[in-house]
């Protein structure tokens, strides 16, 4: 995990455990966290964009067999 996300959960587990924060703190810990998490890319995306890949590969297989055997009758 990368120095910036570890640094913005920590903080907001202590905000947690306090339960007392003024704004200001609160919202500079809430843009931590969402600059952190645009940071990383999460796993499932990389999966999705495989997945929809192969897809794509199984797809334009199964076309060309079909176009070649429709020229073929």
Do not use: F, N
């Given at each position: 995990?990368?120095e910036?996300?570890?640094?913005?959960?920590?903080?907001?587990?202590?905000?947690?455990?306090?339960?007392?924060?003024?704004?200001?703190?609160?919202?500079?810990?809430?843009?931590?966290?969402?600059?952190?998490?645009?940071?990383?890319?999460?796993?499932?995306?990389?999966?999705?964009?495989?997945?929809?890949?192969l897809?794509?590969?199984?797809?334009?297989?199964?076309?060309?067999?079909?176009?070649?055997?429709?020229?073929?009758?």
């Amino acid at each position: 995990m990368k120095e910036s996300i570890k640094i913005a959960v920590s903080e907001a587990q202590r905000v947690l455990r306090e339960q007392h924060v003024t704004g200001a703190e609160a919202q500079s810990i809430i843009d931590g966290l969402t600059a952190a998490s645009k940071e990383a890319s999460p796993w499932w995306v990389i999966v999705l964009k495989t997945l929809a890949y192969l897809i794509g590969l199984l797809l334009a297989g199964y076309g060309t067999s079909a176009a070649a055997q429709t020229l073929l009758m």
